[in-house]
């Protein structure tokens, strides 16, 4: 059967179902293409929501800072202007995050979140489920956060608004813009534990950025089965563009500037929906700038952020929380041209064992009928999996031997690069020529039918884990399978058996569409959360996508592979003739740091290692031409930096205070005081010398495990006099150490000139005040 393809005087029919597939592929993009066209609906101002973007965007605003109040309360004011009543969350919320060598960090801060409460229309929604609507308004330290927050709080006021001016909805509905998220979700923690308006939550929406473009992807549900099931059919009729897979989940969860927290411990169900096109990284955090973000998305947010709010809002009754409820993976997918695809994680195994049924009949079709041993099948299996590494080792060569190709490319920055989608296609295009190539190898070698049967035997033994370890993510394998497999059992019908060349291509083509609709966009979607310098997924799921296809692809002549190979070679050449960032300098971090250090009772400007401009260089008249190990500073274990003697000024050292230091000979009890200063938004104390058992500030507990090193990250803690309580171990020496941070610089500093590029980001400087306490 399938030597028939592969004859001289058939190869044009696997052409021809090739190029079907293609077409098929084509149309699949155009509709998905269309589908993120999504029309901001009437009302929707856009000019007005770049206005709070710009405003909220004029500099980084972490919390505790200065600029974090100024967007608070732009916040407040745009609510009371809809005649809203939004009210500010103050809580202390701590995060402790401990690794398998006890290294603990402890983040502890004080937040200020906006929630608002819109009242619903239904006689009984005070009793109701109320719904939530959440995003965050805090940034990194580094970052202005044109799309990472202000751009989903923009669209979030203009929904607002929008609701505002209709009739009122059924439920009630409940408004958060957290703070505090970008240093572990503090703001999210201290809402669903302490406001009391969480208990009251049934549904949580949270919207949120990974990058400047593209409309909102379903990034994670959680929640009881039947609550999740509901929200995803809701959000799947009632989104403008429905799109996201649960198979990346945990891979969106990874990207900068996505995260639920502890908001998927409220309500009986959560959707997180975030846009990932033009992603702005997480190394340089300054690519997310007001220029960099489209407007489009803005508006694409908006529609989908009304169209959710309206369908579950003006709904029925939302499913309320239950204490101690099980969670449960939910299963979804949305098809081009088809819309989203939900069933029940239970459903799972009867598709898996209908796709090994569907394998077991067609292998003991072949081996009846002579065409394919066992031994050759598992060779042909265990051949895909060489010839799928080997598509993953030649991306990684290409990468990393041809340099050339990605000249100034930042791999910290996911999604960044203005030609991404060109590398995608270079990357393709080389990887389908070599697995025709090889595969080609193995077919000689088993023949026909069991290299197209090999790559389905190791698939399938792949959607047996999955569904056994993962079980949200079969349908990758389970429907692709299916389909192909299908189509396979149909060409060994007796009745089809003197079926044409072209007739069996054509049957082998339908029964890769599936494959093609759903790995297909999947490749896409893994290209965007990955990079290209981090191809290794992507390349694993293009060798799955063609080894469904394996008949049809090897069964071509082989100038395929060489126009595989120019097209390969022009993708890489375009996606290397341009600067991945393109030719505007793009703002960066002002990496300058004042040091005021209290143990040297000198003051110090410095820089990390890199190039200098000539404001920079006028910190460092005499420092080289190289940064080098500052031994006198910090040692010979740290790394090179510029350091230069700086004049001394008006900062303050950190007001530290031993209070008692006792040791019973099984523990070592340390008291000491800081009084923490109202302008100094962060400090960062350190412990060293000794393991910690215990810690605690004003009476709160830090921690009370065992942890070999110690840090502990206070965020808007000034103006009052933090009391500290360590226990560590005795006879040792114990060191406290402790900086201040504050953005900017001291007044003394030289300013930078306006035109000098490239541009710095406002208030990314850094002044720091450094003491220790030594406990001998």
């Known amino acids: 059967m399938f030597s028939t393809l592969s004859t001289p005087r058939t190869w044009s029919a696997g052409l021809l179902a090739a190029a079907v597939l293609t077409s098929v592929a084509v149309l699949a993009g155009l509709g998905l293409a269309h589908s993120r066209q999504a ?60 690794d398998r060598r ?44 044109a799309a990472a927050s202000a751009a989903p709080v923009a669209a979030l006021l203009e929904t607002l608004r929008r609701l505002k ?31 009391r308006l969480a208990p009251r939550i049934g549904l949580v929406i949270r919207f949120d950025s990974a990058g400047s473009d593209g409309a909102p992807v379903l990034v994670g549900v959680g929640g009881t089965s039947a609550a999740s099931a509901t929200a995803v059919r809701g959000w799947a009729s009632a989104a403008p563009r429905a799109h996201g897979g649960a198979a990346l989940q945990g891979l969106y969860q990874d990207l900068p500037g996505v995260r639920m927290g502890d908001l998927a411990n409220l309500g009986s169900a959560h959707l997180h929906l975030a846009n990932l096109e033009g992603g702005n990284g997480s190394g340089i955090g300054s690519r997310d700038t007001v220029d960099r973000l489209a407007p489009a998305m803005l508006e694409q947010a908006g529609a989908t952020m009304f169209a959710l709010a309206r369908h579950f809002g003006d709904g029925p009754a939302l499913t309320a929380a239950t204490p101690g409820q099980a969670q449960a993976p939910v299963l979804y997918f ?62 990684a060569l290409v990468w990393n031997l041809l340099p050339s190709l990605h000249r100034g490319y930042d791999a910290r920055n996911v999604g960044a690069g203005l030609r991404d989608s060109w590398f995608l296609g270079g990357f393709a295009a080389l990887g389908t020529a070599l697995f025709v190539l090889l595969q080609r190898g193995f077919r000689r070698a088993v023949g026909h039918a069991a290299a197209a049967l090999g790559p389905l035997l190791a698939a399938t033994v792949l959607l047996l884990v999955l569904s056994w370890q993962m079980p949200q993510t079969s349908y990758v394998l389970a429907w692709p399978l299916i389909g192909t497999l299908l189509a396979y059992g149909v060409l060994y019908a007796p009745q089809l058996t003197r079926l044409s060349g072209l007739r069996r291509a054509l049957i082998l083509g339908a029964g890769a569409v599936p494959a093609l609709l759903i790995i297909g966009p999947l490749l896409d979607d893994v290209f965007i959360i990955t990079s290209p310098e981090r191809s290794e997924l992507p390349m694993l799921v293009l060798a799955l996508l063609l080894g469904m296809a394996s008949v049809l692809l090897t069964a071509q002549r082989r100038f395929i592979v060489r ?40 003051s110090w400007w410095m820089m990390p290692n890199g190039p200098l401009d000539p404001w920079s260089r006028g910190f460092f008249p005499t420092a080289g031409a190289r940064a080098r190990v500052q031994v006198e500073a910090f040692g010979w274990n740290s790394s090179p930096m510029w350091l230069a003697p700086a004049p001394r000024s008006a900062v303050t050292f950190p007001a530290m205070l031993t209070v008692s230091d006792v040791d019973d000979g099984q523990r070592r009890h340390l008291r000491f005081t800081l009084a923490a200063k109202t302008a100094v938004p962060f400090i960062d104390l350190t412990l060293s010398g000794a393991d910690a058992f215990a810690t605690s500030v004003n009476g709160r507990p830090l921690s009370h495990e065992r942890s070999a090193s110690y840090t502990l990250a206070l965020y808007g803690m000034g103006g009052q006099t933090l009391d500290f309580r360590f226990d560590v171990e005795s006879d040792k020496q114990a060191i406290i150490e402790v900086l201040e941070r504050t953005p900017g610089l001291p007044v003394q500093a030289a300013e930078r000139p306006a035109g000098l590029p490239p541009p710095f980001t406002p208030m990314t400087a850094t002044t720091i005040a450094r003491d220790r306490l030594v406990f001998r």
């Open 334 to 395: 949305d098809l081009p041209l088809a819309g989203v695809i939900s069933y029940s994680p239970e459903s799972v195994w009867a598709f898996t064992r209908l796709a090994c049924l569907l394998l077991a009949i067609v292998c003991c079709l072949a081996v009846q009928r002579g065409d394919v041993s066992v031994r050759e099948l598992v060779d042909a299996a265990l051949g895909f999996v060489a010839i799928a590494a080997v598509l993953v080792l030649a991306a």
């Open 39 to 98: 029309q901001a609906a009437p009302g929707f101002s856009l000019e007005r929501a770049l206005r709070d973007v710009a405003v909220l965007a004029a500099a980084p605003r972490p919390i505790g800072s200065a600029a974090n109040g100024v967007a608070r309360a732009h916040i407040v004011a745009q609510l009371t202007a809809l005649g809203l009543a939004p009210q500010v969350q103050t809580a202390l919320a701590q995060k402790n995050t401990i």
């Open 165 to 195: 001016a209709m009739a009122p909805m059924a439920n009630d509905v409940v408004v958060l813009f957290a703070d505090g998220d970008s240093v572990g979700g503090l703001g999210a923690r201290a809402f669903a534990g302490q406001h």
């Open 102 to 145: 006890r290294n603990l960090q402890v983040a502890l801060g004080m937040v200020n979140n906006v929630v608002v409460l819109i009242p619903g229309a239904a006689p009984d929604h005070a009793s109701r489920p109320a719904l939530l609507l959440a995003s965050a308004y805090d940034t990194g330290e580094r970052s202005v956060g």
């Open 563 to 602: 126009g595989l190979g120019v097209a390969s070679l022009a993708c890489f050449t375009v996606a290397g003739s341009a600067a991945p960032y393109g030719q505007a300098p793009l703002p960066q971090p002002n990496r300058m740091v004042y040091l005021k250090d209290a143990a040297t009772w000198r």
